[in-house]
């Protein structure tokens, strides 16, 4: 490893707890990046981007996107290996969406355990209320959403 930054670093160490070097890459990633350089071979004049999917020991998803990075300092290109915690992606875009849906803080809680595949008992269970109350927070979730919709169609 040449360079992580210390969100890649906490990723890899959730991928590998017990290993100790910091500069190792864990098996898993090495396999997609040995897949990248098999596929030099055959595709090295084009753009190949190899996209996998992982979790850690803490059930936290993690996507994987390794590709060829060449510099001007070097002949040899290097692997670019890109770490992205889908918990993370997922809590970033619920935030833009109760933004732009205009959810109440409680409609948000909700709407962003159903993104993580929560299922409506699971969420009630998480949040200390009902199955109705949850089927109350979705039913008005969904009519923001469909309101949204229907006016920037209104105003395209």
């Not at 300092?73 to 809590?91: C, G, N, R, Y």
Request: aromatic share 8%; hydrophobic share 40%.
């Amino acid at each position: 490893i040449l360079h992580a930054n210390e969100s890649a670093r906490l990723l890899l160490h959730k991928l590998t707890p017990d290993s100790k070097p910091s500069n190792l890459v864990p098996k898993q990633i090495w396999r997609i990046c040995q897949a990248l350089k098999y596929s030099f071979k055959s595709y090295h004049s084009q753009a190949v981007i190899i996209d996998s999917y992982l979790t850690t020991s803490q059930s936290t998803p993690v996507r994987i996107r390794v590709r060829w990075l060449k510099l001007e300092l070097s002949k040899e290109p290097f692997i670019l290996v890109t770490l992205e915690d889908q918990h993370q992606s997922i809590q970033n875009l619920v935030l833009a969406e109760v933004y732009h849906y205009g959810l109440t803080p409680r409609e948000a809680e909700v709407w962003l355990l159903r993104r993580v595949n929560y299922s409506y008992k699971d969420i009630a269970a998480k949040l200390f209320i009902t199955l109705s109350t949850v089927k109350k927070h979705m039913k008005n979730i969904h009519a923001k959403r469909k309101l949204t919709a229907v006016s920037c169609q209104l105003s395209a």
